[in-house]
């Protein structure tokens, strides 16, 4: 069993930065794959970025490409996404989870734990 927590949302203006955080607790963090998925009011929830347990292998949906950055510190149990360039329409809650299968997957019903989600407004 994991839990997790995001936090670090907020509300900014296009062109700023976030840093968001997911922490987890229980066991064996280092052997999940973590992703990053997004929800705009009255859209399907969103890939946004994969990592795997080493942290060796990343993925990213193309709307972020180059913009956004995945990352994992295995010794705090804790995941980020750096948000560099924000526009409106990254404006969604933001969930982390995570996936003990294999590979680094891009699809909803793939991953085994979701957090609550955090809010993150980007006004134009």
């Known amino acids: 069993q994991v839990q997790l927590v995001e936090a670090g949302g907020g509300l900014v203006q296009a062109g700023a930065s976030l840093k968001l955080s997911c922490a987890a607790s229980g066991r064996s963090f280092s052997t999940y794959a973590m992703g990053w998925f997004r929800q705009a009011p009255g859209k399907e929830r969103a890939f946004v970025a994969a990592?795997?347990?080493?942290?060796?292998?990343?993925r990213y949906a193309d709307s972020v490409k180059g913009r956004f950055t995945i990352s994992r510190d295995n010794a705090k149990n804790t995941m980020y996404l750096q948000m560099n360039s924000l526009k409106p329409e990254d404006t969604a809650v933001y969930y982390c989870a995570a996936d003990n299968g294999l590979g680094l997957p891009s699809i909803v019903r793939f991953y085994d734990y979701w957090g609550q989600g955090t809010q993150v407004t980007v006004s134009s």
């Open positions: 990592i795997s347990g080493s942290g060796g292998g990343t």
